[in-house]
C-alpha cells in the first residue's frame, strides 16, 4: 500500500487528478446503487410492514432521540444565546433593538435549528452506524445475514432510517425552541426587553410556515445522514482502520451532503413557497 | 437418479488479479461428510466463500443440489442459501441479539413458526451443544469456543439439508472438540445432511470425514482426494502423507521431524 503512494506522489498533478476523478467516479456509482437498493427495500418495508424490526427501531429511536436530547437542546440554546448576543451588539448601535426576536426566531427556525440538529447526529448516529456496519463487515456477520437468505440493506437501514425521520424533527422542534430561549435571554439581559414583550415579537414574526420548513429539512438531513453512514458502513474494507476510516468518512460526507442539501432547501423555500 | 448435493465445476477464484483456485472440479454426493484440508492460506475459506455465494468466481460453476449458486440472483438465490447453513471461522454471531435471538432470527423470518415453537426449538438447538441456559447471554459474554458451539447451533437452525463449518472446533477444549465430533455425525445420521468442514485438526478429520480434499497454495489445486485414512497410508504424494501423519512420514525414516511444505 505505501509503495503505491509513494509512486503516486511522484506522478504528474494530470495522473493525480485522474486517480482522484476515477475514485470519485467509483464512489458515486456505489452511492447510486446503495440508494437504489435503500429505495426498494423501503418499498419492501412499506409493502409488508409487519415485517420491520420494530424493536430496532425502538432501540435506534431511544439512542437518536432520548439519549440525544440534552447535548442537542444544549447546544440549539447555546446558538440562541451566541447569535442573540452578537445580533444585540451590533443592531443596538442602530437603534434596531425592537428586531431582535424577529431577526433570532427566524434565522433559528428556519436554519440554524435544523441545522445544529443534523450536525450534532451526524456525530452522533451517523458515525455510530458507519461503525456498525462496518464492524459487522469485518466479523462476517453481513456475510452471516446474506448466507441466511436476508437483504442485510433492509435488515440494517431500514429500521434507522424510521428511527432517525422520526425522531430528528422532534429534536430539530424542541432545538427550535431552546434557541428561541436562548435569545430570549439575551434580549433580556443584555437589552432590558420584557420576556412578554420578546415573546409577542417572536409570535409576529416566525410564521408557523417555518416551522413546517423546519419540520421538512430536518427529515431531509436525517435521510441523509442515515444513507450516508449506513453507505459508508458497507464500503468499508475488511480491517479495524477501514471501520474508523469509514466512521471519518461518514460524518464528512454527511456534513457536506447536509449543507449542499441546505443550500438548494433554502433556495426552494424561498422562491417556491415564501416566493 | 441420484444426483449430487454439491458440484463443483472448473472453478478459477481469487481476489483482485490474484488467482487463489485454479480450474477446481469435485462432486460431493448426498450424505457425505467433506473435510477441505490444506495448509493456512491456501485458500480453503476462498474456496467455502464460493460454494456458498458471496462471491463471484473468475470462471466455472458450483451447483448446489443441481442449482447454479454463481448465475443465479435475487430471490432465487436467497432461495438457494435457505437451504444451507454455516458456521463462520470467527463465529459472525449478531453481536446485538442475544443468543437465544441469534438462533431465532433464521426461524421468525422464514418459518411460520409460533414464538412457542420457537422458543422450544432454539432450545433444543442450543441444548445439542451444551449451551442450554444461556439463552440470554449476549455474544460479547461468552469466551470464543462458546461462540464457536453457539454459531454451530444456529446454522443448524432450519434443519438445512447442506451444512458448511468453517473451522468449527479450532480453539475448543479437547471435549468440546470430541463431542462436537460426535454431533456432526449425529446430524448426518438423523438428517441425511451433506457436510463440508475445513479443519485442521487431524483427530476430527480421521473421526468424522468419509473423504478429505487437500488443496494447496503452490499449485492453487486439489492436490490429494479420497477417504483421510487411505490418504494417510497411501498418498502419492509426500506433502500429503506429513501433513496428515503429524509431520511423520510413515514411508521416509530420513525425515522424521517437522513438515517441509516447500520440499517436494
Ligand atoms: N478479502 C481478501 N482480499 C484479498 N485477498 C484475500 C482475501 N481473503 C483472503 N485472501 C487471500 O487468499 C488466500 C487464501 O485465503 P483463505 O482465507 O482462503 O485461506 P485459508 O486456507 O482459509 O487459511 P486459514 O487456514 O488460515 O483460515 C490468502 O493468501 C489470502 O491472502
Ligand atoms: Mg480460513
Request: with cysteine.
Amino acid at each position: 500500500m505505501r509503495r503505491r503512494d509513494d509512486m503516486t506522489s511522484r506522478n504528474s498533478i494530470l495522473l493525480q487528478i485522474g486517480d482522484v476523478s476515477c475514485v470519485i467516479w467509483q464512489e458515486t456509482l456505489s452511492l447510486i446503487s446503495f440508494i437504489g437498493e435503500a429505495v426498494s427495500a423501503c418499498a419492501d418495508a412499506v409493502r409488508r410492514p409487519r415485517k420491520i424490526r420494530w424493536r430496532e427501531t425502538l432501540f435506534y429511536m431511544n439512542m437518536c432521540g432520548s439519549d440525544g436530547l440534552p447535548i442537542t437542546a444544549l447546544i440549539c440554546f447555546l446558538t440562541g444565546i451566541i447569535l442573540g448576543y452578537q445580533c444585540a451588539v451590533q443592531m443596538h448601535k442602530y437603534g434596531a433593538d425592537a428586531f431582535l426576536p424577529g431577526l433570532v426566531g427566524c434565522s433559528v427556525v428556519r436554519e440554524l435549528g435544523p441545522m445544529m440538529v443534523a450536525i450534532v447526529a451526524t456525530g452522533r448516529a451517523g458515525s455510530a452506524f458507519a461503525a456498525e456496519i462496518g464492524t459487522m463487515k469485518v466479523s462476517e456477520e453481513i456475510d452471516a445475514m446474506r448466507t441466511m437468505g436476508f437483504l442485510p440493506e433492509r435488515f440494517l437501514v431500514i429500521p434507522k432510517l424510521i428511527a432517525m425521520a422520526l425522531t430528528i424533527p422532534m429534536l430539530t422542534t424542541i432545538g427550535d425552541v431552546m434557541g428561541i430561549l436562548g435569545g430570549m435571554i439575551v434580549g433580556h439581559a443584555s437589552l432590558g426587553m420584557p420576556v412578554q414583550t420578546y415573546y409577542q415579537q417572536t409570535i409576529e414574526w416566525v410564521a408557523p410556515e417555518y416551522f413546517f420548513e423546519s419540520i421538512f429539512k430536518s427529515v431531509v438531513f436525517a435521510v441523509v445522514i442515515t444513507l450516508t453512514g449506513c453507505w459508508r458502513g458497507f464500503r468499508a474494507g475488511n480491517d479495524a482502520i477501514a471501520v474508523g476510516k469509514a466512521t471519518t468518512s461518514a460524518v464528512v460526507i454527511s456534513i457536506l451532503f447536509i449543507i449542499l442539501c441546505d443550500t438548494f432547501l433554502a433556495h426552494v423555500f424561498n422562491t417556491i413557497f415564501f416566493g | 437418479m441420484t444426483q449430487n448435493a454439491i458440484s463443483v465445476k472448473n472453478l478459477t477464484a481469487g481476489y483482485g488479479r490474484r488467482i487463489v483456485l485454479e480450474n477446481i472440479s469435485f462432486d460431493v454426493p448426498q450424505g457425505q461428510i467433506l473435510t477441505i484440508l490444506g495448509g493456512s492460506g491456501c485458500g480453503k475459506s476462498t474456496l467455502l466463500k464460493h460454494m456458498i455465494g458471496l462471491r463471484t468466481p473468475f470462471a466455472g460453476d458450483i451447483l448446489l443440489h443441481g442449482k447454479s449458486i454463481v448465475s443465479s440472483t435475487g430471490n432465487r438465490k436467497r432461495a438457494i442459501m435457505r437451504r444451507f447453513g454455516v458456521a463462520y471461522q470467527g463465529g459472525a454471531l449478531f453481536r446485538s441479539l442475544s443468543l437465544a435471538e441469534n438462533i431465532a432470527l433464521p426461524m421468525e423470518e422464514h418459518t411460520k413458526m409460533s414464538r412457542e415453537e420457537i422458543r422450544e426449538k432454539v432450545r433444543e438447538k442450543l441444548r445439542l451443544v451444551n449451551l442450554d441456559g444461556y439463552q440470554d447471554y449476549m455474544p460479547s459474554d461468552l469466551s470464543g469456543g462458546m461462540v464457536k458451539r453457539a454459531a454451530f447451533a444456529r446454522s443448524l437452525a432450519l434443519d438445512p439439508d447442506i451444512l458448511f463449518f468453517d473451522e468449527p472446533s479450532a480453539g475448543l477444549d479437547p471435549l468440546s472438540s470430541a463431542s462436537l465430533d460426535r454431533l456432526i455425525l449425529d446430524i448426518r445420521e438423523k438428517t441425511a445432511a451433506t457436510i463440508v468442514v475445513v479443519t485442521h485438526e487431524l483427530e476430527s478429520i480421521f473421526t468424522i470425514a468419509d473423504r478429505a480434499v487437500m488443496l494447496d497454495a503452490n499449485t492453487k489445486s486439489i492436490i490429494a482426494d479420497g477417504p483421510p485414512l487411505e490418504l494417510k497410508k497411501h498418498s502419492a504424494n509426500s506433502f500429503v502423507r506429513l501433513f496428515l501423519n503429524a509431520g511423520h512420514d510413515p514411508a521416509d525414516h530420513s525425515h522424521e521431524g517437522g513438515i517441509h511444505a516447500g520440499d517436494k
